[in-house]
């Protein structure tokens, strides 16, 4: 039975929680029809604007987080994207992906098309330069959101979020980010021991995100210049932030949580292009060393790296006190403290997905689940890493904050006749902060 939007929205505000409570699950209206799936009047349509990996990746958990959540709508930059995406969601997961030719939007705008079509959940997933604009519009239209971190590039990029994420509250939006370690079991139970004191006050914390080369597009003869750089957009700081910020920013909102979210006061540091100097790597940085300085004298210590045939490192080292926490992400929790040695060795579950979950059954209750400004925090945490290394300066909370460089264009400035010159690469000490 189709229903208008507003009915779809109101029956789940209103029922939602009333099915969950009742015992009869989320399944209950898929069930009762006897086919794969149906569109009745709580069905969740969801709309996904970035068609990339982690995109599809997205679209998928989100469409298995409850029974009742279809896919109906798509919009990429580019067509070959939103095919690749969409080809590969009908061999996942066909019975939940309903969306007709008229509902894949390419192009600049085509995120307006989503938004104004009858989604009730959109999915930002595209290059991060284009996540505050994106937010801001999603918010506006009223959708529930989940969005792939980084939320910014810049301090007036996270500024805007910040409002975005207030406003979602106030609206009584879902806002999830893609801080995908938050949702994972063993982090979960491990940081709940650490900010409960087993291992007394933390006062350093040592993080790392070393990693080897990442993905290249070589340039294809019918690709402009514009097109060449938005397909290989982790090369150059206006669309990715520098891979600090795109890539070990995970990292570093695992400091952060260990810290109790708490905000540093100042920042200082270094990085710089050392293998990976070559044009085809656009303006961007292959290491960074950041300190971290808050204001009772406690430390974060982070170092990260894209790096070909270097040596790998991803993990969090937490000395307290009482004692001293180890975390390998994806191999060992273990914490020494005052109350002896404990490792986690529960069941494991997948972190993305629990995401997804969280986010659907926050919004079956009408209980929206909003992250929004730490997300936002800890993207500028990043952020500011970038700005210590490209300057070389001391910096603080305060002043990189309100910083008013923008990396890139406003969004509605981008279409394919732009010229936008590419900043050169930082030098520090001669590169300023502005």
Known sequence: MDKSNTSRREFMKKSGSALIASG?????????????????????????????????????????????VVLTAMADLFQDRLDSSYKNLMNENPDKIKVEEDMKFVGFDSYKKVLASDVDVVLLATPPNFRPGHLAAAIEAGKHIFCEKPVAVDAPGVRSVIESAKKAKEKGLALMSGFCWRHDVPKIDTYNRILDGAIGNVHTIYNTYNTGALWFRDRQPDWSDLEYKMRNWLYYNWMSGDHIVEQAIHSIDLMSWAMGDELPVSASGTGGRQSRTEDQYGNVYDHFAIVYEYGDGRRGYHFSRQQKDTARA?????????????????????????????????????????????????????????????????????????????????????????????????????????????????????????
């Not at 009869?24 to 709580?42: C, E, M, Q, T, Y």
């Not at 604007?49 to 990746?57: A, E, S, V």
């Not at 975390?327 to 005052?338: A, L, M, P, T, Y």
């Not at 010159?421 to 590169?431: D, F, N, S, W």
Request: proline share 2%; glycine share 12%.
């Open 24 to 68: 009869l699950g989320l399944n209950v209206l898929a069930a009762r029809s006897g086919r794969p799936f149906d569109f009745n009047a709580d069905t969740i349509k969801v709309g996904l604007i970035g068609c990339g990996g982690r995109g599809t990746g997205a679209a998928y958990q989100a469409t298995m987080a409850d029974d009742n």
């Open 314 to 434: 991803y993990g969090i080292d937490m000395m307290g006190d009482q004692g001293r926490c180890n975390i390998d992400v994806f191999r060992k929790h273990e914490i020494i403290g005052k109350d002896g040695e404990w490792n986690w060795d529960g069941k494991k579950s997948n972190m993305y997905q629990n995401e997804h979950n969280t986010l659907f059954a926050s919004i079956r209750k009408g209980e929206p689940f909003n992250d929004g400004v730490r997300m936002a925090n800890s993207t500028m945490l990043a952020i500011w890493g970038r700005m210590v290394a490209y300057t070389g300066q001391t910096i603080s909370w305060e002043d990189a904050l309100n910083s008013d460089e923008q990396l890139g264009p406003d969004l509605n400035e981008y279409s394919w006749d732009m010229d936008w010159k590419m900043a050169e690469v930082a030098q520090p000490g001669i590169t300023k902060f502005s």
